[in-house]
Structures are given as structure tokens and as C-alpha cells.
């Protein structure tokens, strides 16, 4: 299998491999668009919608997709 000769090659595990690839994968499918949920609902701030992308992009967990 070429992922586990990949992984050799590198001196790394095939699970190292494949969850790199899928990151990459992602991040490349990822649209970089505000979600359509962002504005929803009225939080008494105006500042909120102006600055949706400012908050979701500090309170956003990468890792875990959102």
C-alpha cells in the first residue's frame, strides 16, 4: 500500500498520513463563508452582526470543525 511506504519513507505512521490529507482535504473544500446561521436570532448588540466573522473566527475550534 502506497501510504504505509509513504509513511516509512518519512518515518511516520499511515494515520499520520491519512488525517494530514484529510485535513488538507477540508481546509481546501472549506469556503471560507460566514455560516448561514450567523445572524440569527436578535442579541441586543448591533455590533455582533457587523463583527460575525471577527467572533466566530476567535471562538471557532478548528480541530473539532466549528
Known amino acids: ?6 509513511a516509512r519513507s518519512n518515518g ?15 481546509a481546501k473544500k472549506r469556503s471560507g463563508r460566514t455560516p ?8 441586543g448588540r448591533r455590533s455582533v452582526s ?7 473566527s476567535r471562538n471557532a475550534d478548528r480541530r473539532k470543525g466549528w
Open 1 to 6: 500500500m502506497e501510504v504505509k511506504q509513504l
Open 12 to 26: 511516520t505512521t499511515a494515520t499520520a498520513i491519512i488525517r494530514e490529507a484529510v485535513e488538507a482535504y477540508v
Open 36 to 43: 448561514s446561521f450567523a445572524g440569527i436570532g436578535k442579541s
Open 50 to 56: 457587523r463583527d460575525a466573522e471577527a467572533i466566530l
